[in-house]
Structure formats: C-alpha cells, structure tokens
C-alpha cells in the first residue's frame, strides 16, 4: 500500500548520448555498457482523488508552487505510477494484447500503452476543469484513486500533437466494450 508521504522509488534506465558521454547510440556516461542501468529516486508529486464521476489531482503542499501558470492551459499531460501493477511478473511483461483484446497482436510493451512494463509509468492527455489552491481538476484521466502522480505537464499543440502519425490498424479500431 503507498502511504501519502512514503517515496515513491523508480528504478529507470537512461542512457545519455552528447557530450561527456559515450560515443554512438546506446552508450552510456564514459566506460559504462548498455547492460548496467542507472537508478533513479523519484518522489510521488501528488495523488489521484476520485469523487464519484469527478476526478482530481491533489498535489503535496509542498509542490503547490510549481502549478503557477498552468491556469492558462486548457489540457496537460499527467506523468504516473502505475502502483497496482508493481510486481516482478508484471515487470518482466514484454508483450501484450493491446488493450487486452486478443483480437489484437502480440505487441511488445514499447509500442502500447498497456500497465504491464519494465518501468510502470503512465501518460494521459487530459483537459483541465479547474484549479483550485494545490489541487487540479480533471476530465480524461484513466487512473485510479490512490494512483500516485510523478508530474505534470502543460499539453502544447504545437509540439505535442503530429498530425501527420502513423499508427497501427488496432489503435484506429474502438476499444471493446466503449463505444466511439
């Protein structure tokens, strides 16, 4: 169970490449190989807060500083934990069925959002509704209540949304069980 002022610890593999760095793609800081991995410490920026058909973003005090200016954004990414799933079996997840529809392909978990992963982070674009003092408002967000947040971050169309993507037939097909 995550308690509110327990960290939240993350273990992520980042690899660099420029200068002071290793040299071609997949090299790490000078004299490390792409076998060992770097840990991370991350702590928990805040929680998601479900009130019947409303949902929030409830960030810690502490960080309350940092939701300055967002007011003039009508939607932001939300950066979380995906706490349920955090177990070595669901970690060592590589394929999956999108959106567990076997009517989909064996997908390795890069390229699907599914919460089974090496690192369980989760991204949802969602719209603001309001703010209010250190908590945010949301519509859109698919995690549960108690989901630990890791950040935010405002969505801009003009570096965020690309047009002209391409995506697999599955991702254009309706998720079973919603309708479009």
Not at 25 to 53: I, R, Y
Not at 162 to 174: C, F, H, L, S, Y
Request: net charge neutral; glycine share 10%.
């Amino acid at each position: 169970m995550i308690y509110r002022n327990m960290a939240l610890a993350v273990l992520l593999v980042v690899w660099l490449v420029g200068p002071g760095y290793g040299e071609g793609p997949g090299a790490g800081p000078k004299g490390a190989t792409m076998t060992e991995s770097a840990s991370f410490q991350v702590q928990a920026v805040g929680w998601v807060k479900s009130q019947g058909d409303r949902t929030y973003v409830e960030i810690e005090p502490q960080y309350a500083p940092a939701l300055k200016g967002l007011e003039g954004f009508s939607h932001l990414w939300v950066v979380y934990w995906f706490h349920e799933n955090d177990t070595p079996e669901r970690r060592a997840t590589l394929q999956v069925h999108p959106r567990r529809d076997p009517a989909n392909p064996l997908t390795g978990v890069f390229a699907c959002r599914a919460p089974e992963r090496p690192n369980l982070i989760g991204l949802t674009a969602v719209r603001i509704v309001k703010i209010t003092g250190n908590v945010v408002e949301v519509s859109g967000l698919d995690a549960r209540d108690g989901t630990p947040i890791v950040d935010l971050k405002p969505y801009i169309p003009k570096g965020d949304a690309i047009p002209e993507a391409i995506t697999p037939e599955w991702v254009k097909r309706p998720r079973p069980g919603v309708e479009k």
